[in-house]
């Protein structure tokens, strides 16, 4: 596997990148490559779920407007599998209707069209760090509460102190 420049002990994040013209992926593709990381693209939104379900993704950048299923349904289609992966849309089409849609499918960052690589760099670095803080966070969240049951199964194995019992009462 490839492996990320600035850590060379890690391998590279993996970004699908999912547009239905394929020079922007080519743009794009080429920038974060640059970057060190791994890049799978596709011109397809079916197809992309379909990666996506296959293989670990760490980010997904994906056009708003495309022919067979727009970036929305796809996002959607997304989301029902992993709520918490970092999503950036790339598009020239963005209205305040789609902006009220991105809130609620928890779109991470926009990128208007035409961008400039070091735009996209930016946002992918900024998205891998919220994506990993993601990660923690729900590690330690399940970390807590399979605490909290070992803990509350050591408890309720305990006999009950009579002599606290009133304490507890009043």
């Not at 950048?61 to 029902?80: I, Q, W």
């Not at 089409?93 to 991105?102: G, N, Q, T, V």
């Not at 729900?138 to 009579?162: G, M």
């Amino acid at each position: 596997p490839e492996k990320n420049r600035d850590s060379p002990n890690t391998p590279a994040a993996t970004f699908l990148v999912v547009d239905d013209e394929p020079n922007i992926l080519q743009l794009l593709s080429e920038a974060l490559v640059a970057e060190g990381y791994r890049v799978i693209t596709s011109t397809s939104s079916f197809k992309a779920i379909e990666i996506f379900k296959s293989q670990p993704i760490d980010v997904i950048f994906s056009d708003l407007k495309m022919p067979e299923m727009n970036g929305l349904k796809f996002v959607a289609s997304v989301r029902e599998f992993n709520e918490f992966i970092p999503i950036a849309f790339i598009s020239g089409h963005a209205s305040r209707e789609h902006f009220k849609d991105f809130i609620r499918l928890g779109i991470d960052s926009f990128i208007e069209k035409p961008f400039i690589s070091d735009d996209v760099i930016i946002v992918a670095q900024r998205l891998l760090r919220e994506g990993q803080l993601r990660k923690s966070m729900l590690a330690l969240s399940k970390l807590s509460f399979q605490t909290y049951v070992a803990v509350e199964r050591i408890l309720s194995s305990l006999p009950l102190d009579e002599s606290h019992a009133d304490d507890k009462q009043s």
